[in-house]
């Protein structure tokens, strides 16, 4: 990771930058298969299944990158969004003209979402474990060890992903 971006990503108030390698993101089939029967937003938001990319989809984007930053950072979860939209655009500027994030969790951008017709699709980025990202297993081979919430009052760590090159 440059330290130009990093400082920026730690302005923007993420806890966390983690550079490594687009190929060793794993990405698993079953992961939007607990989106599809056990998230209430499943079909209900533009950033989640059906509508983000499938796991063959998302191998394939990753492999026209060789730089990836895990962005790691804490609620709320509209600013934290908002705020990697702000660092995507950043690094573009800085030189980095394929920067791409992925984000984490449904979109938050607009209170309802409109499948149909995205009243922000600028602003839309899938979420890694919408597109079969296993977060679990990235954090750990990142070292960062995080576990299911048990109770609404847990700490939460959100994890996204900017893609450079």
Not at 102 to 130: A, Q
Request: proline share 8%.
């Amino acid at each position: 990771i440059t330290p130009v971006i990093d400082r920026k990503a730690k302005e923007l108030g993420f806890s966390r930058t983690i550079s490594i390698d687009p190929a060793s993101i794993p990405i698993k089939a079953w992961v939007q298969e607990k989106c599809k029967y056990g998230c209430p937003t499943y079909g209900k938001k533009n950033s989640c299944p059906p509508y983000s990319h499938t796991p063959t989809e998302m191998k394939d984007i990753l492999s026209d990158f060789s730089k990836a930053i895990v962005i790691v950072g804490e609620p709320p979860l509209k600013q934290y969004q908002l705020n990697l939209l702000e660092l995507e655009k950043f690094a573009f500027t800085e030189g980095y003209y394929k920067a791409l994030a992925c984000g984490c969790g449904p979109c938050t951008i607009c209170k309802e979402c409109d499948v149909n017709n995205c009243r922000v699709p600028e602003k839309r980025r899938p979420s890694l474990e919408s597109c079969g990202c296993d977060v679990f297993e990235l954090m750990n081979n990142c070292g960062i060890a995080i576990q299911p919430l048990k109770n609404k009052t847990d700490f939460v760590q959100y994890v996204s992903l900017l893609l450079v090159e």
